[in-house]
């Protein structure tokens, strides 16, 4: 059972639309990240964050923002979605410490037309 | 440069054949975890090894990590069309536990 849920799974919008994807976990970590992944391809994370209040960007250069003013919830925003902003994008979780894995979504598959 | 390279980047094999998947790095880790991914879906966390020389056993798939702890091997005994996915490394570096680092993942077919 998902501890962490993306919504919406599917979302298709035209050039220049705001969006923002929602990301919750009810398991209380402060951790959380966001990555973008093409279709069987690798992950590269855009943005992560350590705690309230805190947020960082990841190695992957990208024109979205994060906030996180509860621990529970980071949401992120993509101000002026464009064609090259389609992929799946897939937020995680975890605890502090080396032998703690991720938790992640089911993701959302973001196709901007 | 992939701090953490996979091979095969593809394998697609029929189904009963045994494989395996290598994690390689030059760097130590912390700890070496692997995920499996289905389409659509988001990674699942299958093992995480922690002590150089480990070998840990899920069912038919077997994780070993390293004695210097610098890569990290999946070998999967009879494989299964439920075994078809994107199996991913990460690990936490020996210098930073801040965030996991990702291999490029092994997208396996196993064919009926």
């Known amino acids: 059972e998902a501890d962490i849920y993306q919504t919406p799974r599917y979302l298709v919008i035209g050039t220049g639309k705001k969006i923002t994807l929602e990301c919750s976990q009810t398991?209380?970590?402060?951790?959380m990240y966001w990555y973008q992944q093409d279709p069987g391809m690798e992950l590269h994370l855009i943005h992560y964050?350590?705690?309230?209040?805190?947020?960082e960007k990841g190695d992957l250069s990208s024109e979205s923002t994060v906030s996180r003013i509860r621990t529970e919830h980071f949401p992120l925003t993509l101000e002026s979605a464009r064609p090259s902003h389609t992929s799946q994008y897939l937020c995680?979780?975890?605890?502090?410490?080396?032998?703690?894995?991720?938790?992640f979504g089911s993701g959302t598959r973001l196709t901007v037309v | 440069t992939q701090l953490l390279e996979q091979s095969p980047q593809f394998l697609s094999i029929q189904e009963g054949e045994n494989l395996t998947v290598y994690c390689n790095s030059s760097s130590v880790f912390s700890s070496l975890q692997w995920y499996r991914q289905e389409p659509g879906e988001g990674p699942v966390l299958l093992v995480t090894v922690v002590t150089g020389g480990e070998v840990k056993k899920l069912k038919r798939l077997t994780f070993q990590f390293g004695d210097a702890r610098k890569d990290s091997s999946l070998h999967i005994t009879a494989a299964q069309p439920g075994d078809t996915g994107l199996y991913l490394c990460a690990g936490y570096p020996s210098t930073s536990y801040g965030k996991l680092t990702f291999g490029q993942g092994t997208i396996l077919t196993v064919h009926p």
């Open positions: 398991m209380g970590h402060d951790k």
């Open positions: 964050s350590y705690g309230v209040n805190s947020t």
């Open positions: 995680a979780s975890s605890e502090q410490g080396p032998v703690y894995g991720y938790t």
